[in-house]
């Protein structure tokens, strides 16, 4: 038994090791939204602080990166899911020679890197316009040259791979003679497509549809060529990633991770509600526990993490309208400052006892007829300090200016700027 | 190719209004999505970067000056080859096969836990954990990597905390940072390949060859892993032209000094305004990536048809 619990102990110690590299980071990125730090960390901790949300939402860029975001989103959506539904139709009649190339072909953009699909699709479409010599500033050169259109173009160029993929699996079970049994009864083909196809690929259609908008949302390397004057979500966190780091983008993933656990737990609560009500059909299911919680939570773990954290979240936008981490900050600070003041004051004492040790070697050292050594010395470090043979009343002196003013400017602008 | 019996022939499968709707958008995303951008950028790649008046003029004539700078650089220059970007060429493709092995061997034995342990509730809580960072932004993603591996950031803090270094390591100039961000961006589309074929591995054949005395590892070499291939093929695949292609991941979790290969495509684009060099550069990039993925599926024996399942 004994290997089968080091095998146990070792799956366990694999599992942890994966899922904190996946999910660590997000965990720690999501803590650091709450620092009030200027710069995204966990330690050192300054204070609990909603402020960066509210720097998030000021953010007139992050806001216009959102609305063209879903803008071209929309705009993916539609016509990858109708390209790609149209490519898995055509998949399953294609002449089966031509059907491997046809695969391939279809399959291909995936493979491209995004990067090639964007510059093709910018390279393309500005000599589609200087083919039928558009001129500057008519429509169809505004067309072209428009970062909407041409992302929309570049990204269902590859999105459109996906939903096909999802099509091709949902088609494979669809008995065909459906539609022949519709044809046969009258119906044209634009008729038993619409109400004998259609309405078999809705579920299809719909996680299709998901699948596109969430690829659009966040695909950056083709968009970042393609979007021109534009800027997407992605394009502009990019930019601002870029440029500096700071705790707002760290907000905005917050946001994005708890409506990502929400969605998940919610699709994961729906089907185990609906495999419960199926168990429930069969007759297998369990008799139906009175309880004070609501019929779909019995059983069902998912829907109940999912009413907790709803709870949470509300609770923390009640508290977010009422707490002031202002006392908090201001204590920070306070200490921050000590801390700098320490610092400086243990540099000055090491610098101090370097310059006492030098000045008691120089008589033994150098020649004794240079007594400016001494004082070129004492001219870098601390003027002055040579003069007077009296240490402990350094320590009591006020600051000398000079010294926190070199060492306050390593310290302080970085540390300081946060208030 | 298409010969006009079978378009006929599709015609009286859909009738005259869908199949030519059918044909019109299938067409549209082969020729004017994927065919005809490709050739253009092809041809872009072939020309000199010439100001928009000499365009179509005497000047614009085929060339293949934006392939020799790769590989000897600017005239200008003194050295023999074009080192600076010859080196990041092949870093990037090394860097991103490696990040595919690591991938690999990080993902397998996961896959194959969830893939036969089924149905339990501890496995359906650890899929949807798997799910929650596949739709977190690439660039987030790269974010969070970066607060971790940044010189004040939670490793180093910890490490000093440990007293393991006394001094902040940079990771981020030591490509650690890259590397990790690499592997963690695209590690799920490894994973859930894999997943998918190992789920549908009969239980079976594992109990039986555990029965007739097989060892753990021989169960593996000669059943699962044998049988998971086409999936290992296309989660491989897949990091692969991913990674070789990233740019999110090397722009903000890169050294300053070291470049990833499409961040040179990015800068002909955007800084240089040499469009023509820029295309160039993708297809060496496109180009030398295909190969590389169908020499290893011709050694693996895997299909086209497996990608993507």
């Known amino acids: ?156 160029t590859f999105i459109a791979s996906y939903t096909m993929l999802v099509f091709v699996a949902r088609l494979q079970r669809f008995d065909t003679d459906l539609t022949e049994a519709a044809l046969d009864l009258g119906a044209t083909h634009t008729q038993a497509f619409r109400k004998v196809l259609l309405p078999f690929m809705r579920p299809a259609i719909a996680s299709a549809s998901v699948l596109a908008f969430l690829a659009s949302f966040e695909n950056y390397n083709t968009t970042t060529f393609t979007i021109l004057e534009y800027k997407t979500l992605t394009t502009v966190l990019a930019q601002k990633v870029r440029l500096g780091i700071n705790p707002s983008i760290s907000s905005l993933a917050f946001i994005i991770i708890v409506l990502t656990i929400f969605a998940a737990l919610a699709f994961e609560a729906a089907n185990r509600n609906k495999d419960r009500k199926l168990a429930a059909a069969q007759g297998r299911g369990v008799t139906q526990k009175s309880g004070i919680l609501p019929s779909f939570l019995t059983g069902n773990p998912a829907a109940v993490v999912l009413v907790l954290l709803a709870f949470m979240v509300i609770v923390m936008v009640g508290t977010a309208q009422r707490y002031s981490p202002e006392a908090c900050k201001i204590a920070v600070r306070e200490a921050k400052q000590i801390e700098i003041q320490k610092r400086i004051d243990a540099l000055k004492e090491t610098r101090r006892q370097k310059e006492d040790a030098k000045a008691a070697q120089q008589p033994s050292n150098a020649a004794p007829a240079t007594p400016n050594n001494s004082s070129a010395f004492g001219n870098v470090f601390a003027p002055g300090n040579l003069s007077g043979d009296a240490p402990e009343q350094k320590v009591d002196e006020p600051e000398p200016q000079s010294g926190t003013g070199a060492f306050g400017n390593v310290f302080a602008p970085d540390n300081l700027s946060s208030d | ?234 989660g491989a695949t897949m990091v692969f032209m991913l990674s070789a292609g990233a740019l999110a991941a090397p722009q903000i979790l890169g050294g300053p000094s070291s470049l990833w290969f499409t961040q040179l495509v990015y800068q002909w684009f955007n800084d240089s305004l040499n469009w023509q060099q820029g295309a160039a550069y993708a297809i060496v990039l496109l180009v030398s990536t295909i190969v590389i993925v169908l020499t290893v599926m011709r050694v693996f024996k895997v299909n086209m048809g497996d990608i993507g399942k």
């Open chain 1, 1 to 156: 038994m004994s290997s089968a619990n080091l095998i146990r102990v070792a799956l366990g110690a694999y599992l942890l090791i994966f899922f904190s590299y996946l999910l660590g980071p997000l965990v720690v990125m999501s803590l650091t939204a709450f620092n009030s730090a200027s710069f995204p960390a966990v330690s050192p901790w300054a204070c609990f602080s909603y402020e960066w949300f509210e720097v998030l939402f000021n953010d007139k860029h992050i806001r216009d990166g959102i609305y063209y975001s879903v803008v071209i989103g929309i705009g993916t959506v539609i016509l990858s899911v109708s390209m790609g539904l149209a490519a898995s139709i055509v998949l399953t009649q294609v002449w089966p020679k031509l059907r491997s190339t046809y695969y391939t072909m279809i399959i291909a953009p995936i493979l491209i890197p995004g990067v090639v699909l964007g510059i093709s699709t910018l390279v393309f479409w500005d000599r589609v316009g200087a083919f039928l010599g558009v001129s500057d500033g008519s429509l169809l050169h505004g067309l072209f040259h428009n970062g909407i259109f041409l992302t929309i173009l570049g990204q269902s």
């Open chain 2, 1 to 234: 190719m298409k010969k006009p019996m079978i378009f006929s022939q599709f015609f009286k499968n859909n009738g005259a209004v869908m199949g030519s709707a059918l044909i019109g958008l299938v067409a549209f995303w082969l020729i004017f999505l994927i065919i005809l951008p490709q050739l253009s950028m092809l041809d872009y790649s072939f020309r000199y970067n010439l100001p928009p008046a000499e365009v179509g003029g005497p000047k614009d004539v085929y060339t293949l000056s934006n392939y020799e700078h790769l590989i000897y650089g600017s005239d200008s220059s003194h050295q023999t080859y074009n080192t600076v970007d010859l080196k990041v060429f092949m870093r990037t493709i090394l860097a991103a096969m490696l990040v595919t092995i690591f991938n690999i061997f990080l993902c397998y034995p996961l896959a194959y836990f969830l893939g036969q342990s089924k149905g339990s509730g501890f496995v359906r809580l650890l899929v949807v954990l798997l799910i929650i960072p596949y739709w977190i932004n690439e660039i987030l993603r790269a974010f969070a990597l970066r607060i971790i591996f940044g010189d004040s950031g939670l490793l180093n803090e910890a490490l000093m905390f440990l007293h393991l270094t006394s001094a902040p390591i940079d990771f981020i100039r030591q490509d650690i940072a890259l590397y990790a961000g690499l592997g963690y961006a695209y590690i799920l589309l490894m994973l859930f390949p894999m997943y998918n074929v190992i789920e549908s591995l009969d239980r079976n054949q594992i109990e039986a060859a555990r029965d007739m005395g097989a060892s753990w590892l021989h169960i593996h070499r000669r059943i699962v892993i044998p049988y998971a291939k086409p999936g290992i093929v296309s």
